[in-house]
C-alpha cells in the first residue's frame, strides 16, 4: 500500500506556483521522500527527492516538515507542460528500492 | 537525466499469442530493472525486480510464468507477455536503475499492449 496522501486534484494558474502537498505520517527514520510526475501517456519523470533538508534543483523545491510527516513539492513558475499527475513515494533507496505509486494528484496548470 | 527506451512504442496482437517488449538504457548500465504496468486511469503497478544476470522478483499476484522477465545484460530486459488475452492490454513501463545514479529510476516511455 502507498505510505502517503495526496489531493486528488488541484489547480493553478500559469506563471504561478504550484505547492503540491503530500502527507506521509508513518515514514521512516531512514526513508526519503521522492516526487516523479507523469504526463498523460508517457513514463514518469523524477523531480527530485529528499530526506529531512528542503531540497531546490531547475525543477522544483521540496520542502519536508521538520517532523517529517508531510512535505511539500514546489514548482516556482508553472507553465502548462507541468500539466501531469505527481505523485509522492516514500522509500529507503539505494539498490533494489522499489517505488510504490498512489493516485497522486492529477495538477491542471491553466492558461 | 539517463535515457531509457522501449520497444515497441505500441503493439497489437490477437488473443493467445505471445509479445515481447523490450527495455533498453541507452547511455548507462543499469544494475536493476523494474517493470510496472498501468491500467487506464489508475496508478502505476509493480510487476517485478530484475537484476542483471539473475532471475526476477515478481510482486504477489504477477504470474511469472506469464510475464516472462529476462535481463541478459546491463543495458537490456525484455518483458515476455506469453499466451496474452484481452485482460493483458494496459501500458507498460520499465524504469533502470544504477547504484551510481543516486536514488533516482529513469523511465521509459511505455508500451500500449491491445490484446484482440
Known amino acids: 500500500d502507498a505510505k502517503t496522501t495526496q489531493p486528488p486534484s488541484m489547480d493553478c494558474a500559469e506563471g504561478r506556483a504550484a505547492n503540491l502537498p503530500c502527507n506521509h505520517s508513518?515514514?521512516?527514520?531512514?526513508?526519503?521522500v521522492y516526487w516523479y510526475r507523469q504526463i498523460h501517456s508517457q513514463g514518469p519523470q523524477y523531480i527530485i527527492h529528499?530526506?529531512?533538508n528542503n531540497e531546490t534543483n531547475e525543477m522544483a523545491s521540496l520542502i519536508i516538515t521538520e517532523d517529517r510527516k508531510s512535505s511539500t513539492l514546489i514548482l516556482p513558475h508553472a507553465t502548462l507542460r507541468d500539466t501531469a499527475v505527481y505523485y509522492c513515494?516514500?522509500?529507503?533507496?539505494?539498490?533494489?528500492?522499489?517505488?510504490?505509486f498512489g493516485k497522486g494528484t492529477l495538477l491542471t496548470v491553466n492558461p | 537525466g539517463a535515457v531509457v527506451s522501449q520497444h515497441p512504442s505500441r503493439v497489437i496482437c490477437k488473443s493467445g499469442t505471445s509479445v515481447k517488449i523490450e527495455c533498453r538504457s541507452l547511455?548507462?548500465?543499469?544494475?536493476?530493472m523494474f517493470w510496472y504496468r498501468q491500467f487506464p486511469k489508475k496508478s502505476l503497478m509493480l510487476m517485478a525486480t530484475?537484476?542483471?544476470?539473475?532471475?526476477?522478483?515478481?510482486e504477489q499476484g504477477v504470474e511469472k510464468d506469464k510475464f516472462l522477465i529476462n535481463h541478459a545484460s546491463l543495458t537490456l530486459s525484455t518483458l515476455t507477455v506469453t499466451s496474452a488475452h484481452p485482460e493483458d492490454s494496459s501500458f507498460y513501463i520499465c524504469?533502470?536503475?544504477?547504484?551510481?545514479?543516486?536514488?533516482?529510476?529513469?523511465f521509459g516511455p511505455g508500451t500500449r499492449l491491445t490484446v484482440l
Open positions: 547511455d548507462f548500465q543499469a544494475t536493476t
Open positions: 508513518t515514514i521512516s527514520g531512514n526513508e526519503y
Open positions: 513515494i516514500v522509500g529507503s533507496g539505494g539498490s533494489n528500492y522499489k517505488l510504490t
Open positions: 524504469s533502470a536503475y544504477h547504484r551510481t545514479s543516486g536514488d533516482e529510476q529513469f
Open positions: 530484475s537484476n542483471e544476470g539473475s532471475k526476477a522478483t515478481y
Open positions: 529528499g530526506l529531512k
